[in-house]
């Protein structure tokens, strides 16, 4: 029986990729890319316009996003923490802008250098340019249960940055546990809070798999109605400004629990397999393939 549709948002090209320490060559991340839009996605974060000293892996976002073979129905998305990065996601043909804030203060200062206020007072101008051209915004919440500097992150906390960031005008909040210290206790707990402030066809999840908990965590999350999750093809990932964090839940782990669930996904299995092969070989100890 089909219990309905849930979408996963593919971040393997930009929060897999951004954490390998081996400089993967610029015609490889489109390679990933072309062979993802086989997949039947409807969004492909693919690329992150923020300071290449920071992240030296997305310097070559701009490349990236003119080199891909874009497939009809698809949106690429990019990363921008400031209107610098907004203008460069722009020129480079980026359809939806991603801005990234944190539940807590630690982890805001490690990854952008700005408080959790500065970094709101940052992205308004993003949305503001981003109205007028009808363009996209989606935006991230870190540290949704913990942060690895301040410790556990209340769950109040969580649902005043989510509800700013959509009254700012983002269409969608994904709530990211950064290092994978959730539970689906403290998760509800977290959902619980933010589904007061934000509807809950507007949440996404990004649960990051550091300690085998993903799945349960999304099982959590559907509980609760979010059908959105964010996904890395071949568990690439993690954050450089997140200390231990390791990769996302694996697209096609994902993808194949929602299925033996019975929701449907539209994803194709042969090529998420194809993908995620491609994923493994990139790592920087590639791992054998399942
Ligand atoms: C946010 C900044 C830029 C502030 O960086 P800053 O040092 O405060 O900024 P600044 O304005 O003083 O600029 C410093 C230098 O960066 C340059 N710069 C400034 N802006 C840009 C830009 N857009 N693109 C390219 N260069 C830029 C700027 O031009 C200057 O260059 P310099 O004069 O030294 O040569 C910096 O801290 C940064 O890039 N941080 C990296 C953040 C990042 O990419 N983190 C990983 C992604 S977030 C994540 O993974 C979590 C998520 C989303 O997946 C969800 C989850 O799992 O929780």
């Known amino acids: 029986m089909s219990l309905g549709n849930c979408e996963i948002y593919e971040v393997g090209p930009r929060d897999g990729l951004q954490?390998?320490?081996?400089?993967?060559?610029?015609?490889?991340?489109?390679?990933?890319?072309?062979?993802?839009?086989?997949?039947?996605?409807?969004?492909?974060?693919?690329a992150s316009f923020v300071s290449p000293k920071r992240v030296p892996q997305m310097a070559?976002?701009?490349?990236?996003?003119?080199?891909?073979?874009?497939?009809?129905?698809?949106r690429y998305a990019a990363l921008a923490?400031?209107?610098?990065?907004?203008?460069?996601?722009?020129?480079?043909?980026?359809?939806e802008i991603a801005i990234f804030a944190s539940a807590s203060e630690g982890f805001s200062k490690a990854n952008i250098n700005a408080s959790i206020a500065e970094s709101l007072?940052?992205?308004?101008?993003?949305l503001e340019e981003a109205?007028?051209?009808?363009?996209?915004?989606?935006?991230?919440?870190?540290?949704?249960?913990?942060c690895p500097y301040d410790g556990a992150v209340a769950p109040a906390q969580v649902a005043e940055v989510a509800d700013k960031l959509f009254a700012m005008g983002?269409?969608?909040?994904?709530?990211?546990?950064t290092i994978g210290a959730g539970t689906p206790d403290s998760v509800a707990r977290m959902l619980l809070a933010v589904r007061d402030v934000v509807p809950v066809g507007r949440l996404a999840g990004h649960f990051h798999d550091t300690n085998g908990r993903a799945i349960e965590n999304i099982d959590a999350a559907l509980s609760l109605g979010v059908r959105v999750f964010d996904a890395a093809v071949g568990g690439l990932g993690g954050c450089p400004f997140a200390p231990g964090a390791s990769g996302n839940v694996a697209t096609e782990t994902l993808a194949r629990h929602l299925a033996?669930?019975?929701?449907?996904?539209?994803?194709?299995?042969?090529?998420?397999a194809e993908a995620a092969a491609l994923a493994r070989s990139m790592r920087t100890q590639p791992e054998p393939a399942q």
């Open 19 to 46: 954490n390998e320490e081996r400089e993967i060559p610029v015609r490889d991340k489109i390679a990933l890319i072309d062979c993802l839009s086989r997949a039947g996605f409807n969004r492909i974060e693919a």
């Open 60 to 74: 070559g976002s701009g490349e990236v996003l003119a080199g891909i073979s874009r497939a009809a129905g698809v």
């Open 81 to 95: 923490p400031n209107m610098q990065g907004y203008r460069d996601a722009c020129r480079a043909g980026a359809d």
């Open 121 to 126: 007072e940052r992205f308004a101008p993003i």
């Open 131 to 146: 109205r007028h051209i009808d363009l996209p915004v989606r935006g991230y919440v870190s540290c949704v249960v913990a």
């Open 170 to 177: 983002c269409y969608e909040v994904s709530l990211g546990d």
């Open 260 to 272: 033996a669930l019975g929701y449907e996904t539209g994803l194709d299995p042969e090529v998420i």
